[in-house]
């Protein structure tokens, strides 16, 4: 699934759909959790998905401080990217492993894009930052897991 996330005009905008983005992720975190085989991978993925709980409480931040009403919940990309699980969970850790790289390959999109949004103060590009480089690194481990097995 190609991201559209990050080309939003204006600022609360892009806040309002990385919160999307956020919700969606943390949902296909827990499906992934539930469905590995192997509890040592699941723990490692339980860590990636604490980071995205923490880019969404600064996030809602963000949200407040732009005077925008932040989504408690993900949009209908959730079935996309929790399908796309639930379908890997047919052929196992590996092709679990392989298809959260994909989710990952959104979400680094996503913040690569926001970190160079023209409204964004230094202080949300500086966060942006951070989340791009936890997404860079969770889909790095995915990958190179998903590769060794």
């Known amino acids: 699934m190609v991201t559209m996330v990050g080309n939003e ?4 905008k892009l806040v309002t759909n990385l919160i999307y983005l956020e919700h969606d992720a943390i949902a296909a975190y827990d499906s992934v959790i539930e469905r590995l085989d192997d509890r040592r991978l699941s723990a490692q993925v339980a860590e990636f998905r604490d980071d995205h709980l923490q880019h969404l409480q600064v996030l809602n ?18 079935v996309l990217t929790t399908g796309k699980i639930a379908l890997a969970d047919l052929m196992g850790d590996a092709a679990i ?6 989710n990952e390959d959104d979400t ?3 913040y690569e894009r926001a ?3 023209e409204d964004a103060i230094p202080q949300s590009k500086a ?9 860079q690194r ?3 481990w995915f990958d190179t897991t ?3 097995m």
């Open 9 to 12: 005009s204006t600022i609360d």
């Open 61 to 78: 931040e963000i949200a407040r401080e732009v005077g925008t009403e932040a989504p408690a919940e993900g949009d209908m990309k959730q």
């Open 97 to 102: 492993l392989k298809a959260m790289k994909t």
């Open 108 to 110: 680094v999109t996503a």
């Open 115 to 117: 970190s160079r949004h």
């Open 127 to 135: 966060f942006f930052l951070k989340a791009l480089h936890d997404e």
């Open 138 to 140: 969770h889909r790095e």
């Open 146 to 148: 998903a590769k060794t």
